[in-house]
């Protein structure tokens, strides 16, 4: 068995809305979800599949009973399975935060750090994000700041659009603003310092924790750098390759022993079909195809993330 669809795990924070679930059928129509992890192995949430005769167990569970390579070859590099996919739906602020590399993650946190790409699906008019500082600064004037709540003045504002692309290196301060819905690729990890939160209060009255010394830490001072090219990709890192598909009728694709495949649907409907595997999708559906599974066809029309490690 190699065509895996997996089922979305759902979380609820409180900057969530409800187009995960109308646009997505997350949940029931109106039901807050703030982001759905489409692709993990992250101990505490991960997929799992809901075809075949792995119905009902986790990706985890399928790799451990079939072995590494479904993951591939260029997979052996890592000790734990390397990308987490998300789509998120920020009907409000996130909070200003920032993500250590693995040196400092390792050594304080017992995971990896956390590098990762946002592509914008859709964002309304005005929206944007917070992407780094908009000029150089010192680590005492950001602690000053973050203690007197002026910090949203130092750093860089993004208007966003649909289509854009967005490589977020570990130190980079960053947040996703209201009105955006991004699928989000990053290093499996969920470690994530907060700096910010606009003095915002849970359902029980409490302030969400900051994480101020660990951030001052790990917090590149310096504007980010012009965007990288990544030539035909979305983006290119050594934890994933992300491409985008615009599929008409039909798109044969290969995936050989060197990496799995994911297709995440944005859009259009029809099936995924490898030998005498199919499993069919609409927008919001995620696919997992093991490594060395060969050719297989994409029929329908569609838009499709495709993450594969390289």
């Not at 982001?35 to 792995?54: A, D, Q, R």
């Not at 070859?73 to 920032?98: H, M, R, W, Y």
């Not at 790990?218 to 504007?223: E, I």
Request: hydrophobic share 35%.
């Amino acid at each position: 068995m190699s065509l895996l669809k997996l089922k979305s795990v759902c979380k609820d924070y409180l900057w969530g809305g409800t187009t995960l679930a109308d646009k997505y059928r997350k949940a029931e129509r109106g039901s807050k979800i703030a982001e759905t992890w489409e692709l993990s192995c992250y101990p505490e949430s991960p997929s799992v599949i809901e075809n075949g005769k792995y119905a009902g167990k986790t990706l985890s569970e399928y790799i451990e009973k079939e072995g590494r390579k479904v993951l591939g070859k260029n997979c052996e590099k890592f000790t734990s399975f390397p990308v987490l996919i998300k789509l998120i739906d920020a009907a409000a602020d996130l909070s200003i935060q920032v993500h250590p590399d693995n040196d400092y993650a390792l050594k304080n946190e017992a995971q990896y750090g956390k590098t990762e790409i946002w592509y914008i699906i859709d964002a309304m008019e005005g929206a944007g994000i917070y992407y780094g500082f908009n000029r150089e600064i010192t680590k005492d004037e950001l602690k000053k700041r973050i203690e007197d709540n002026t910090v949203l003045e130092v750093l860089n504002f993004v208007p966003v659009k649909s289509g854009d692309v967005f490589f977020i290196e570990a130190g980079t301060v960053h947040s996703i603003c209201k009105g955006i819905l991004t699928v989000e690729i990053q290093q499996s990890s969920d470690v994530t310092y907060r700096i910010y939160d606009y003095g915002r209060t849970d359902k029980d009255g409490n302030t969400r924790p900051l994480h101020i010394d660990k951030a001052l830490d790990v917090a590149r001072l310096s504007p980010v750098a012009k965007p990288k090219d990544f030539g035909s990709h979305l983006a290119k890192c050594d934890y994933f390759t992300a491409d985008k598909l615009v599929i008409k009728e039909a798109y044969d694709g290969f995936v050989d022993e060197g990496s799995f495949v994911h297709l995440l649907f944005l859009s259009g409907s029809g099936s995924v079909r490898s030998g005498a595997e199919e499993v069919e999708f609409l927008p919001g559906d995620s696919v997992f195809i093991s490594a060395g599974t060969g050719s297989y066809r994409i029929n329908g029309s569609a838009e499709v993330i495709v993450t594969f490690e390289s």
